[in-house]
């Protein structure tokens, strides 16, 4: 979908499941009510860019 649009890879932030599950681990332990729009705007201000699916 991301070809058909144009659009780059590149612009998504390249982390394995292992390294998004550790940092997803840390935000929720920080905040953990946090939901699916609050754990993406945390990866968002700490530079990490992902695809939603």
Same mark, same amino acid.
């Given at each position: 979908?991301?070809?058909?649009?144009?659009?780059?890879? +590149?612009?998504?932030?390249?982390?394995?499941?292992?390294? *998004?599950?550790?940092?997803?681990? /840390? #935000?929720?332990?920080?905040?953990? +009510?946090?939901?699916?729009?609050?754990?993406?705007?945390? *990866?968002?201000?700490?530079?990490? /860019? #992902?695809?939603?699916?």
């Amino acid at each position: 979908k991301v070809r058909l649009s144009g659009l780059s890879f +590149d612009i998504y932030t390249q982390l394995n499941d292992v390294e *998004l599950d550790n940092t997803i681990s /840390c #935000i929720k332990a920080d905040h953990p +009510d946090a939901g699916e729009v609050m754990i993406n705007g945390h *990866l968002r201000s700490k530079g990490i /860019c #992902i695809p939603r699916s």
